[in-house]
């Protein structure tokens, strides 16, 4: 520890000390509640990732957590010695996380109450970066200070072992921390109105009541992801283009759409028109040999499974959606390519709510619809999403083959293509941006849109989403 402050040094030994001399083996109340936040872990960390714990203690949390690879470390070697019999199979150091010094990369970093005892959070956080990828996932939590009478209330009573002293930290400071030490918080949660077993009230209150009422929840869960600069890639783009009755806006998406990255291809799914959709697809296609363009008519119904079939097609890295109405202008696209080429996000969502649109491009009642439902996706998937509806939505070719391998977890419900990927993108915890776009009229044919039954299927879909993402 000759590369920390002496203060460092100091706190740290003294909990080193602390925890030498601690027990390892734990009361039922902590198994229940190591068991309740194993199950919110397991619902953030993704199928087969490796994950490296700072702060493992007796090994309890990191053995109830499903991954592929598992490396926990902790500064007292008791409870690492305790950890390397109760989870054989993972792999342990006596190290503390301000002074880490490991060789491997990891997928997921948890970081579970340590930080409440943390000799200094924003060095912590900053040596993080050593083992961590660009697409590292930076996962803790810590307790509530409104919750500190009760923890200390307990302790007195002998109903919870006694604890270091603990750091006062809030949502607030770990948003700081994070940006201070370069990482990008992508959402946080409170979990927990009920720590322990309590004749399965427990279960009642914490997946259907405490997604409501956060602010008395006992711990604060969030995740974050490496903010540091990435050099560009030389990528390449594949443009979706599911049309249907769209034989006048042909012509257009493909003079329209510029190139992007090292090669753009268009790849245009015909959804069974009652026009000259098809023909005007092929037409175009002989056309202009200058442009990589694929066609395809769609074998079944909706736009969502367009999306799927031309995603299925595309050989690009970025995967765009571009309605063939082209309300939302081709010319945009290179914004969005922009967000991902450079890591400003992960998943680029148009937004029609930003700029003034033309007159007849957004009815009133549909505008109203689309602002409501931009509020209740905010509250949904915990980031920021002004407009949902907005047909353009762009990611990597990798974070869609994410999405698709896990679509199980929500099921194939949605038959318009966009919700699918949000919902997917937001249980990977992928970082969602919305990209503020001019919003145009339509120069042919009518919406495919119906509002009252579209808008119904939607607030389903909203109801679906919740029991899978917030209540669970």
């Known amino acids: 520890m000759n590369d920390v402050s002496e203060l460092t040094r100091d706190h740290l030994e003294k909990i080193r000390v602390f925890y030498e001399a601690a027990p390892t083996t734990l009361s039922r109340n902590v198994r229940s509640y190591r068991k309740w936040l194993a199950h919110y872990y397991n619902l953030i960390i993704p199928p087969g990732a490796s994950i490296l714990e700072i702060g493992c203690g007796s090994g309890e949390l990191l053995g109830r957590l ?166 560009p890639n030389d990528l390449s783009t594949s443009v979706i283009i599911p049309a249907r009755n769209e034989a006048g806006n042909i012509e257009a998406a493909v003079l329209r759409t510029p190139d992007m990255g090292s090669s753009t291809e268009l790849i245009f799914v015909e959804g069974h028109s009652s026009d000259n959709t098809w023909e005007e697809i092929q037409r175009v296609q002989r056309d202009h040999p200058e442009r990589k363009i694929k066609i395809m008519q769609q074998t079944g119904r909706g736009k969502g499974d367009a999306v799927r079939m031309g995603y299925a097609a595309a050989s690009g890295d970025i995967l765009m959606i571009l309605d063939a109405d082209l309300t939302m202008p081709p010319e945009e696209l290179p914004k969005f390519f922009e967000v991902l080429e450079k890591g400003k996000a992960e998943f680029a969502n148009g937004c029609r709510l930003v700029y003034p649109m033309d007159e007849e491009a957004m009815q009133f009642l549909n505008l109203c619809a689309n602002k409501t439902f931009g509020i209740i996706f905010t509250w949904l998937l915990g980031q920021p999403v002004k407009d949902t509806l907005c047909g353009t939505k762009v990611l990597s070719r990798a974070h869609y083959d994410q999405i698709a391998a896990n679509r199980a977890y929500f099921g194939d419900f949605d038959p318009f293509g966009d919700f699918d990927l949000l919902f997917g993108a937001a249980k990977l915890n992928l970082k969602i941006a919305d990209v503020p776009i001019r919003y145009k009229e339509r120069t042919y044919g009518s919406t495919n849109i119906h509002r009252w039954s579209h808008g119904w299927l939607l607030l389903r879909m909203v109801l679906f989403a919740a029991r899978k993402l917030k209540f669970v």
């Open 66 to 231: 499903r991954a592929k690879r598992k490396v926990g470390v902790d500064l007292s070697a008791k409870q690492i010695a305790s950890a390397r019999a109760r989870v054989p199979d993972a792999e342990f150091h006596v190290q503390a996380g301000e002074t880490l010094k490991l060789s491997e990369q990891f997928d997921c970093i948890i970081i579970s109450e340590t930080l409440n005892y943390s000799a200094d959070v924003q060095l912590l956080l900053d040596r993080l970066h050593g083992v961590a990828h660009a697409q590292t996932r930076l996962i803790f939590n810590f307790y509530s200070n409104l919750w500190r009478p009760i923890l200390t209330l307990a302790s007195w009573l002998g109903l919870r072992a006694k604890q270091p002293q603990s750091n006062w930290l809030s949502m607030a400071d770990m948003r700081n921390l994070l940006e201070l030490s370069d990482w990008n918080l992508l959402t946080s949660s409170s979990r927990l109105l009920i720590p322990v077993n309590f004749l399965g009230l427990d279960q009642i209150l914490n997946r259907w009541v405490a997604p409501l009422f956060g602010w008395f929840c006992l711990t604060g869960f969030c995740v974050a992801r490496p903010a540091r600069p990435r050099t």
